[in-house]
């Protein structure tokens, strides 16, 4: 095949792996892994919606952003505005991925849902606040938010559940100290995309939230559901809660850049640097038996595709990810593609 007719094929070719296609196309796949209360339309909807408010997401594999999206179907979360959940890039092992983070709205959602305990207030105490706390046989909160002034820094953070089970209420309470200590625990705290550095309120409450949950008379079912924050996953499994996470905690590290402005009415709050984590850099395996770029194999089996009608580009599509688990062509590497144009003789 020339030069100019290689050119031309891959201009037409360049929309159809699309993730929106790819989710088009294997709606039955993707269908077996959504609850009945959301179709593949809905998802697909829901998904447009992401994309727009954070377009850096489309440099991520879209096996891991196909995957955020279906656990977020299946944990019956939403977000965006309602902030169930975020969608963070995360420099894996092997590429860029997305990482599934719960918010604390989401959390309580879920321990809402139990039927075994109800998340009843969540709380941030600041500087000029009157707050007073006992613990022991009979513990004390006591919380009267300054009126009229500022009412300075965050120095903590409360929330306040109802174990329907005992019918007791039981709390936590956690220092400033000990929220940042769970943010310089986390992957997502270093990021400027991290919720931590847009919202650091909601995510000092989700902290607390998360702490209560461990006190309260949760099934297995929804303990594995709150397992799933801040994973990776590329598999789609009619069960995400069992796909194990693909996070890989030593070599990877999330995607530190310039954050978008925080929503209208939502001020971000200045928060100390957080010190940086240096990872050791993992050793590049050398592709031996295909020397040539990866980006030239890309473009050999672009062309091919385009000369395909619908149904042979699904069938394709369903072969990328069984073979190799990716979604497009472009997250093949040199060796993978270079096999896949020997098997289609192109």
Not at 218 to 235: G, N
Request: proline share 6%; with cysteine.
């Amino acid at each position: 095949m020339d030069n100019t007719k290689v050119a031309k094929t891959v201009a037409t070719a360049a929309k159809v792996l699309t993730v929106f296609d790819f989710m088009q196309q294997q709606k039955e796949l993707i269908s077996k892994a959504l609850p009945q209360s959301i179709t593949v339309d809905r998802l697909v909807s829901m998904f447009t919606m992401v994309i727009r408010s954070n377009p850096e997401l489309l440099s991520c594999t879209q096996s891991s952003l196909i995957g955020a999206m279906v656990q977020t179907a299946q944990l019956g979360l939403m977000p965006g505005n309602i902030a169930h959940c975020y969608y963070v890039p995360f420099n894996n092992k092997n590429g860029r991925d997305v990482q599934f983070i719960i918010g604390y709205k989401g959390l309580i959602e879920l321990v809402n849902r139990s039927g075994k305990a109800t998340i009843l207030s969540t709380e941030c105490v600041y500087e000029h606040d009157e707050f007073e706390y006992e613990l022991g046989l009979n513990p004390v909160l006591m919380h009267r938010p300054a009126e009229g002034k500022d009412r300075g820094q965050v120095k903590g953070v409360y929330a306040i559940a109802k174990n329907l089970i005992a019918d007791e209420k039981v709390f936590v309470y956690l220092p400033r100290m000990d929220i940042d200590k769970v943010r310089s625990a986390s992957k997502a705290g270093a990021s400027d995309y991290s919720p931590w550095a847009r919202w650091y309120e909601e995510m000092a409450k989700k902290t607390a939230v998360k702490r209560l949950t461990k006190l309260l008379p949760l099934s297995i079912d929804v303990q594995k559901q709150i397992a799933t924050d801040e994973t990776v996953k590329t598999k789609i499994e009619p069960d995400m809660t069992a796909v194990p996470d693909e996070t890989k905690w030593e070599e990877g590290e999330i995607v530190k850049e310039p954050p978008t402005a925080a929503p209208v009415g939502q001020a971000k709050e200045q928060q100390p640097p957080a010190k940086p984590v240096t990872q050791p850099s993992a050793p590049q395996p050398k592709e031996k038996e295909n020397p040539a770029p990866a980006a030239e194999f890309h473009t050999r089996l672009k062309a091919h595709l385009a000369t395909l009608d619908s149904k042979a580009q699904g069938e394709i599509s369903k072969r990328l990810f069984d073979e190799y688990t990716v979604w497009v062509v472009d997250d093949l590497n040199a060796t993978q593609a270079a096999e896949l144009c020997k098997s289609l003789g192109v």
